[in-house]
């Protein structure tokens, strides 16, 4: 058994991949934990005889360690893991989760040298675009559509969702161009995003990750920080590959070989 299994247990989705010699062989996203156990555990279960171990990270991982046997780890630790795996030499990841978004900044090796997180308000989430999406009548890709196509960015003064949602409606009541306002939203979580890597420190290469990662957001940000944030195919799993590799068996040391007997130097002889 060579492979080892992650699972990132999100507030909204949960992602599962196996690893085997450092490549993601099998990836697989189910809903959140408290909906889509049975599913899940039906995933990992029928995978239990390839696996050497499993690595859990996310809301729900002490859950899922205690019913499966996994090591649990913390979302930033697995995403500085799951960056040395799949972008190695990145300086910097954000993530884009379902309801918190994280900055970080990393050393050679995936060493994670700071972080900060914004889990205490919805705006710069997932959830935060789902919802304006949704106000503007349209589905998460189409708002990202409609937002690179449009030639300038409303500005989008509040901060919270529930007040930037209300914010939205009166724009287009007043005639605001859904695709400026669209644009307006990825530039107001880009400028907080911003705000938070100029408190961690930023270099690059340089990576925008998770559900909420888009095309838009990805160039607002590199136009607010002067820095290209790039986008991975696999970035929705960046914790899940961490939680894997950081579970898998460390490699055995071979056996010293026994010590030559000591010779005697003798008179004469050369030191």
Not at 23 to 45: L, Y
Not at 47 to 75: C, D, K, M, N, P
Not at 117 to 146: I, S, V
Not at 243 to 252: K, R
């Amino acid at each position: 058994m060579t492979a080892v299994l992650g699972l990132d247990l999100g507030s909204r989705r949960t992602k599962a991949v196996l690893v085997e010699k450092g490549t993601v062989v099998e990836r697989a996203v189910f809903q959140a934990w408290a909906f889509d156990r049975a599913a899940i555990a039906r995933w990992v279960e029928a995978r239990q005889a390839q696996i050497a171990r499993l690595g859990a990270t996310g809301y729900a991982r002490q859950a899922a360690a205690a019913q499966f046997g996994a090591e649990a780890l913390t979302e930033i630790r697995a995403f500085g893991r799951g960056a040395a795996v799949l972008v190695p030499g990145a300086r910097t990841v954000v993530d884009i989760g379902g309801q918190d978004a994280k900055a970080i900044a990393l050393a050679p090796g995936g060493q994670v040298e700071a972080f900060e997180m914004n889990d205490r308000c919805a705006a710069g989430t997932g959830k935060f675009f789902e919802l304006l999406a949704a106000t503007l009548g349209l589905d998460f890709t189409e708002l990202d559509a409609l937002a690179l196509a449009a030639a300038e960015a409303a500005p989008i003064t509040s901060t919270c969702a529930v007040f930037a949602e209300s914010e939205i409606v009166g724009r287009l009541a007043e005639g605001a161009a859904p695709g400026v306002l669209a644009r307006g939203v990825f530039r107001a979580v880009a400028e907080r995003l911003a705000a938070m890597l100029h408190r961690v420190g930023f270099g690059s290469p340089a990576w925008l990750v998770g559900g909420g990662a888009t095309a838009c957001l990805a160039r607002e940000l590199g136009a607010c920080l002067g820095l290209e944030f790039r986008l991975h195919p696999d970035g929705a799993f960046f914790g899940a590959v961490g939680a894997a590799v950081a579970a898998a068996p460390a490699p055995a040391v071979p056996a010293a070989s026994p010590a030559a007997p000591a010779v005697p130097v003798t008179q004469g002889d050369p030191a």
